[in-house]
C-alpha cells in the first residue's frame, strides 16, 4: 500500500465511524433516549446539526424536503448546489458524495431527463446515499464507489461537477484536478466547496485528528486555483468566501461527535481544540471554486 493509500484508508475509516455514529443518534433520539441534540465536545459552543448544515449554507427550505438522515449525517462546509444553476437533463458529478445531501439537492434539479453521479470511497457512506436517494423517490441518483484520484466514470460526459469539503482530503489532489477535467464534457463546468488554509503549522499537518476533521489536509486558495487551472480549466474563481471565526471554528471542530461539519475526526480532547482554534482562527476558510472545461 502506498503512502497516500494508507491516508485513504485512515479517511474513509473516520467517515464510516462518523456516518454510523450520526446514524445510532439519530435513531436514539427518537426513541427519546438522546441526552442532546446539540454537540458537546472539548466545552465548543453548542451547535446544532441544523445549524451546522445552515452555516454550511443550506436554506431551512432547501433541507426540509429532505430526508432527515441526508441532513444530520451531512459533513460539508459549503453548498454547491445552490449558486450552480443545475438545468433540466444535465448529468451532475458529486466528488466524494457522503450521504447524498448535495446528490438529492442536484437530482431536483436535474429532473428525470438528467441524471447526477456521486463517488464516494466509504461503504457506510454509499449506504446512506443509496438508502436516502430511494426515501426522496428519486430515480435519477447513482452512486458508485471509487476513489476521486481514478474516477470511475467515462471521459467527457459530465456536464457538472460537485463536490462539498472532500478534495481537502485527497492525499494527491492534483490527480484529483486533472480526473475532474477528464470527466467534464468541453464547456462542462465545476461547482466546489471546500476547506482552504492560508498557512498550516508543522503540528497541525503532524496531526492526525486534524486531517479527518478537514483542517492538516488543506492547501492555500492559490494553489487549489492554480491545480484547477493546471489541470487546464479556464475562468477559475472562488464565488464565496467563509473565514471562520473563532467561534465557528470552535464549534466546527468541536462538533465531531455530533457529525457536523467535516466530521470525520475522533473527539478532540479540550486541549487539542484550544490549540487549534487559538492557533489556526483567521487562516482557515470555506470556499466555493467556480470554472469551466473549454469549448473547444
Ligand atoms: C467531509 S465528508 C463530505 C461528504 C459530503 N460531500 C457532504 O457534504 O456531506 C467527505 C466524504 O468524502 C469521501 N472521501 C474522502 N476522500 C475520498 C477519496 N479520495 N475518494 C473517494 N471518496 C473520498 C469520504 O468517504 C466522505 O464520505
Same mark, same amino acid.
Given at each position: 500500500?502506498?503512502?497516500?493509500?494508507?491516508?485513504?484508508?485512515?479517511?474513509?475509516?473516520? &467517515?464510516? /465511524?462518523?456516518?454510523?455514529?450520526?446514524?445510532?443518534?439519530?435513531?436514539?433520539?427518537?426513541?427519546?433516549?438522546?441526552?442532546?441534540?446539540?454537540?458537546?465536545?472539548?466545552?465548543? !459552543?453548542?451547535?446544532?446539526?441544523?445549524?451546522?448544515?445552515?452555516?454550511?449554507?443550506?436554506?431551512?427550505? /432547501?433541507?426540509?424536503?429532505? !430526508?432527515?438522515?441526508?441532513?444530520?449525517?451531512?459533513?460539508?462546509?459549503?453548498?454547491?448546489?445552490?449558486?450552480?444553476?443545475?438545468?433540466?437533463?444535465?448529468?451532475?458529478?458529486?466528488?466524494?458524495?457522503?450521504?447524498?445531501?448535495?446528490?438529492?439537492?442536484?437530482?431536483?434539479?436535474?429532473?428525470?431527463?438528467?441524471?447526477?453521479?456521486?463517488?464516494?470511497?466509504?461503504?457506510?457512506?454509499?449506504?446512506?446515499?443509496?438508502?436516502?436517494?430511494?426515501?426522496?423517490?428519486?430515480?435519477?441518483?447513482?452512486?458508485?464507489?471509487?476513489?476521486?484520484?481514478?474516477?470511475?466514470?467515462?471521459?467527457?460526459?459530465?456536464?457538472?461537477?460537485?463536490?462539498?469539503?472532500?478534495?481537502?482530503?485527497?492525499?494527491?489532489?492534483?490527480?484529483?484536478?486533472?480526473?475532474?477535467?477528464?470527466?467534464?464534457? !468541453?464547456?462542462?463546468?465545476?461547482?466546489?466547496?471546500?476547506?482552504?488554509?492560508?498557512?498550516?503549522?508543522?503540528?497541525?499537518?503532524?496531526?492526525?485528528?486534524?486531517?479527518?476533521?478537514?483542517?492538516?489536509?488543506?492547501? !492555500?486558495?492559490?494553489? &487549489?486555483?492554480?491545480?484547477?487551472?493546471?489541470?487546464?480549466?479556464?475562468?477559475?474563481?472562488?464565488?464565496?468566501?467563509?473565514?471562520?471565526?473563532?467561534?465557528?471554528?470552535?464549534?466546527?471542530?468541536?462538533?465531531?461527535?455530533?457529525?457536523?461539519?467535516?466530521?470525520?475526526?475522533?473527539?478532540?480532547?479540550?486541549?487539542?481544540?484550544?490549540?487549534?482554534?487559538?492557533?489556526?482562527?483567521?487562516?482557515?476558510?470555506?470556499?466555493?471554486?467556480?470554472?469551466?472545461?473549454?469549448?473547444?
Amino acid at each position: 500500500m502506498s503512502k497516500a493509500d494508507d491516508v485513504r484508508k485512515m479517511v474513509s475509516e473516520s &467517515y464510516s /465511524a462518523a456516518v454510523k455514529a450520526a446514524l445510532a443518534r439519530r435513531k436514539a433520539k427518537q426513541a427519546k433516549s438522546a441526552p442532546s441534540k446539540s454537540c458537546c465536545c472539548g466545552g465548543a !459552543p453548542k451547535i446544532s446539526e441544523q445549524s451546522l448544515a445552515e452555516l454550511a449554507g443550506y436554506s431551512r427550505e /432547501a433541507l426540509a424536503g429532505l !430526508p432527515p438522515d441526508a441532513v444530520t449525517s451531512s459533513f460539508g462546509c459549503g453548498n454547491p448546489v445552490a449558486l450552480a444553476a443545475i438545468r433540466e437533463g444535465d448529468t451532475v458529478l458529486d466528488l466524494g458524495s457522503g450521504a447524498g445531501i448535495d446528490l438529492l439537492l442536484a437530482a431536483r434539479l436535474a429532473g428525470p431527463s438528467g441524471r447526477v453521479i456521486g463517488v464516494d470511497m466509504t461503504p457506510a457512506m454509499i449506504e446512506r446515499a443509496r438508502a436516502n436517494a430511494e426515501k426522496a423517490g428519486l430515480k435519477n441518483v447513482e452512486v458508485r464507489q471509487g476513489i476521486i484520484e481514478d474516477l470511475p466514470v467515462e471521459s467527457g460526459t459530465v456536464d457538472l461537477v460537485i463536490s462539498n469539503c472532500v478534495i481537502n482530503l485527497s492525499p494527491e489532489k492534483n490527480r484529483v484536478f486533472a480526473e475532474l477535467a477528464r470527466v467534464l464534457k !468541453p464547456g462542462g463546468r465545476i461547482s466546489i466547496s471546500d476547506i482552504c488554509a492560508e498557512m498550516m503549522p508543522d503540528w497541525a499537518i503532524q496531526a492526525g485528528h486534524l486531517y479527518s476533521a478537514c483542517i492538516s489536509g488543506a492547501i !492555500p486558495e492559490a494553489a &487549489y486555483i492554480q491545480g484547477l487551472v493546471e489541470a487546464g480549466l479556464e475562468d477559475v474563481k472562488v464565488t464565496d468566501r467563509l473565514v471562520y471565526d473563532a467561534q465557528q471554528l470552535s464549534g466546527l471542530l468541536g462538533s465531531v461527535e455530533s457529525g457536523g461539519c467535516c466530521g470525520g475526526s475522533s473527539a478532540l480532547t479540550p486541549a487539542q481544540l484550544e490549540r487549534a482554534v487559538s492557533e489556526l482562527v483567521g487562516t482557515i476558510a470555506s470556499l466555493r471554486f467556480v470554472g469551466m472545461k473549454p469549448v473547444v
